[in-house]
């Protein structure tokens, strides 16, 4: 089992920055991937970012390409997501997820990202 706890949303101001983290624990050696999703209340779960454990490549969104960047603290077990230039339509609830090598998703309780016009 692994366990992810979020923080780092809020409310920002259109052309701010926010960084988002997901501190992990438990089984983080089963992880193969980890990443970060977005959902609002008319739009189904989106992927945002996305970094693969090996080789550590990473995956973006088209509509955040540019401005997000999705990292991680081996010390810390911990993954983040800077978001700078942030827009209205980024607002949302984010997610942080993780997949294990045998496919299990991992989901943190959510955080929410509000950004004013």
């Known amino acids: 089992q692994v366990q992810l706890v979020e923080s780092g949303g809020g409310l920002v101001q259109a052309g701010g920055s926010l960084r988002l983290s997901c501190a992990a624990s438990?089984?983080?050696?089963?992880?193969?991937?980890m990443g970060w999703y977005r959902q609002t209340p008319v739009n189904q779960r989106e992927l945002v970012a996305l970094?693969?454990?090996?080789?550590?490549?990473?995956n973006y969104a088209n509509s955040v390409k540019g401005r997000f960047t999705i990292s991680r603290d081996n010390a810390k077990n911990t993954v983040y997501l800077q978001m700078n230039s942030l827009k209205p339509e980024d607002t949302a609830v984010y997610y942080c997820?993780?997949?294990?090598?045998?496919?299990?998703?991992?989901w943190g309780q959510g955080t929410q990202v509000t950004v004013s016009s």
């Open positions: 438990g089984s983080i050696r089963s992880i193969n991937a």
């Open positions: 970094m693969l454990i090996s080789g550590g490549s990473t």
């Open positions: 997820n993780h997949v294990s090598w045998r496919g299990t998703d991992y």
